[in-house]
T-cell receptor, first 114, second 111 residues
Framework: EAQVTQNPRYLITVTGKKLTVTCSQNMNHEYMSWYRQDPGLGLRQIYYSMNVEVTDKGDVPEGYKVSRKEKRNFPLILESPSPNQTSLYFC?????????????FGPGTRLTVL | KQEVTQIPAALSVPEGENLVLNCSFTDSAIYNLQWFRQDPGKGLTSLLLIQSSQREQTSGRLNASLDKSSGRSTLYIAASQPGDSATYLCAVSPNAGKSTFGDGTTLTVKP
């Protein structure tokens, strides 16, 4: 089944404790993105990647890191999480194929930083 | 900076009614526009993707139109059903990879 998977789905952590949220897609997509969704602020793009080793900042990159060492994986790293990073996070992927840039989303990761 | 606005923020209709959701954007230099559906606490499901060279796309009871020059897109839902109740989001991409989302329209279809 074609899908985008994220792990963990739920995470409660404390301020300053480094964490990684993994994202993987099995559709051989070139593009991958991370978004956060907050009430009243909608979905905002954090980072995106056009292919292996090629990443760029979205609208709200501060406090986050990403890497794209393999085509299928695009982990989101919070080096020193803070309470304002409490949010619902989504990973998405899209291709350069027929449905150019049609984005497919993962199920989301609900992060709480205490 | 691209800004995307969706009006209305919420909409409640009786079952069977045809309805239109609106999405407007400030920068007409877009690559494509995509409509999504989001159920409470869930991820986003792609509904329709319109490339910048297209005027509309259709899937079942859904029809999306795009007018780049006026910075507007509409999502038309025919013969609405209670199962259509969800939040509908539009996303505008200036290039492959980058996207800006609207805040969504929350639709309630009453039986």
């Amino acid at each position: 089944e074609a899908q985008v998977t994220q792990n963990p789905r739920y995470l409660i952590t404390v301020t300053g404790k480094k964490l990684t949220v993994t994202c993987s897609q099995n559709m051989n997509h070139e593009y991958m993105s991370w978004y956060r969704q907050d009430p009243g602020l909608g979905l905002r793009q954090i980072y995106y990647s056009m292919n292996v080793e090629v990443t760029d900042k979205g609208d709200v990159p501060e406090g986050y890191k990403v890497s794209r060492k393999e085509k299928r994986n695009f982990p989101l790293i919070l080096e020193s999480p803070s309470p304002n990073q409490t949010s619902l996070y989504f990973c998405a992927s899209s291709s350069t194929g027929f449905s150019y840039n049609e984005q497919f989303f993962g199920p989301g990761t609900r992060l709480t930083v205490l | 900076k691209q800004e995307v606005t969706q009006i209305p923020a919420a909409l409640s209709v009786p079952e069977g009614e045809n309805l239109v959701l609106n999405c407007s954007f400030t920068d007409s230099a877009i690559y494509n526009l995509q409509w999504f559906r989001q159920d409470p606490g869930k991820g986003l499901t792609s509904l329709l993707l319109i490339q910048s060279s297209q005027r509309e796309q259709t899937s079942g009871r859904l029809n999306a139109s795009l007018d780049k020059s006026s910075g507007r897109s509409t999502l038309y839902i025919a013969a609405s059903q209670p199962g259509d109740s969800a939040t509908y989001l539009c996303a505008v991409s200036p290039n492959a990879g980058k996207s800006t989302f609207g805040d969504g329209t929350t639709l309630t279809v009453k039986p």
